[in-house]
Each structure stands twice: as structure tokens, then as C-alpha cells.
């Protein structure tokens, strides 16, 4: 006996893309979820980077400004042996557009203490105290 073979063929058709239009979106959702994590972690690290050159360069003009003082301690005190000291402002707009610096210079017998604070108009400004002899 022989069979015939027939075709069975469903009365609706199979939607199979259904279900993945879903898990795409889900993937979707998940990776731009990374990238703003991603994203966020390095708008940090930027903000951070500049802040700290930030420092580094205010800590760097205080030196200079100590540094500076000694200069002008020796040239005082070379034309005036008398000369005790003298406090420097330097308003905003002289190093920088919106900061100022102070120095203070005292001197005593043949020493110096130099003093310099920068940026002043800063909620902690950085502070560089140096003492060093005045000799030629």
C-alpha cells in the first residue's frame, strides 16, 4: 500500500521575529546604558585632570612669587640696610585675570622669610613659607 505524502500547512502563518524585536530593544537599551556609563566615567576623569593642572599651576606660580621675593629682599636690603621687610599685594589682573597673590617679606639680622600666598581670593590658597640668609 502505498501512502501519499501531503503537506500540513498551519491555518496562521508563524511569526518568529516577534519575539526578537524585544530582546533587540532590551539589547538596545543595555549598550547605550554602557556607553553613558562609559561616557560619564570619562567626562570624570577630564574634570579631574584639569582641576589638578589646575593646582599644579597656582602651586607653581606660588613658588615663583616666593622666589621673587628673595629677589626683591636682596635688592632692598642692598640698597638700604635698614630695609626690614614689605608685604606685596598683587591685585587680580597682575598674574591672572580674577587672581591675586600676597607676599609677605620680613627680614631679620641677615635672614629672610618669604611668605607668598596664591591665588588669596581662593577658599584655601596655596602658601609657600621659605627662610633663607641673606649673605652675598
Known amino acids: 500500500m502505498k501512502m501519499k505524502a501531503c503537506s500540513i500547512t498551519p491555518a ?13 530593544s532590551i539589547v ?4 547605550l546604558v554602557i556607553l553613558a556609563g562609559i561616557m560619564a566615567q570619562q567626562v570624570r576623569r577630564v574634570l579631574m585632570e584639569r582641576r589638578q593642572m589646575r593646582n599644579e599651576v597656582a602651586y607653581l606660580q606660588t613658588e615663583k612669587l616666593a622666589d621673587a621675593g628673595f629677589m626683591l629682599a ?6 638700604d640696610p635698614a630695609w ?3 608685604t606685596w599685594n598683587l591685585p587680580p589682573g ?6 591675586s597673590a600676597e607676599v609677605v617679606i620680613t627680614v631679620q639680622d641677615d635672614s629672610c622669610t618669604v611668605v607668598a600666598r596664591y591665588p588669596v581670593n581662593a577658599e584655601i590658597p596655596f602658601q609657600i613659607t621659605r627662610t633663607r640668609k641673606l649673605a652675598p
Do not use: C, M
Open 12 to 24: 496562521s502563518p508563524i511569526h518568529v521575529a516577534a519575539p526578537r524585536r524585544g530582546a533587540a
Open 94 to 99: 597682575s598674574i591672572h585675570q580674577t587672581n
Open 74 to 79: 636682596r635688592k632692598s636690603r642692598s640698597k
Open 84 to 86: 626690614t621687610g614689605f
Open 28 to 31: 538596545a537599551i543595555a549598550v
